[in-house]
């Protein structure tokens, strides 16, 4: 019974430090960057008219964020998946929407921003440009979505200007 209690005490003991020690991929600070756009939102325009619905969700233990889009009328739907990559130090996106776009986006958080940009693209009009994308976490809680359309690093168009506020 004695060898029983100690092998016992080793057992458990290793397999709690075993847990314990078990890898967390994705908790670093850098992975939480993100963080502040998690959950689920109204999304008004600048004018205040309604845009739509937003949800994110961290998935894959901590490692996605999540994005979940439907527009006001429910026409418009996409997704976008959100991730740091350790490799290059950068945050990355990919966006799908039901109306076959995609966008892929890289960047990193600034202060209260999280500013991500394209590669550049060449528009029918023959010029280069590049989608920029900024979240920005205000005091209130909410969160303002700028993109605009740069060209030679000058804005030429703004695509969205959004205000997200939480639905309790």
């Not at 016992?8 to 600070?29: D, H, K, M, R, V």
């Not at 890289?106 to 693209?121: C, E, H, V, Y």
Request: hydrophobic share 35%.
């Amino acid at each position: 019974m004695k060898y029983f209690i100690i092998i016992f005490f080793f057992l458990a003991t290793g397999i709690g430090a075993w847990a314990q020690s078990s890898n967390c991929n994705c908790c670093s600070e850098n992975h939480d960057d993100f963080d502040f756009w998690e959950g689920n939102w109204e999304v008004t325009n600048k004018d205040g008219t309604d845009a739509g619905k937003n949800t994110i969700i961290k998935i894959q233990d901590g490692c996605i964020l999540m994005e979940n889009w439907i527009s006001a009328k429910g026409q418009y739907t996409g997704t976008s998946l959100n991730f740091y990559n350790d490799k290059t130090k950068q945050w990355e996106q990919l966006w799908i929407d039901n109306a076959g776009s995609h966008l892929k986006l890289t960047g990193k958080r600034t202060g209260n921003q999280m500013i991500m940009k394209s590669l550049p693209f060449e528009h029918q009009d023959g010029k280069n440009y590049v989608n920029k994308i900024t979240w920005t976490l205000n005091k209130d809680g909410t969160v303002r979505q700028l993109w605009e359309i740069l060209h030679n690093d000058t804005v030429s168009n703004v695509a969205f200007d959004g205000l997200y506020r939480k639905v309790q």
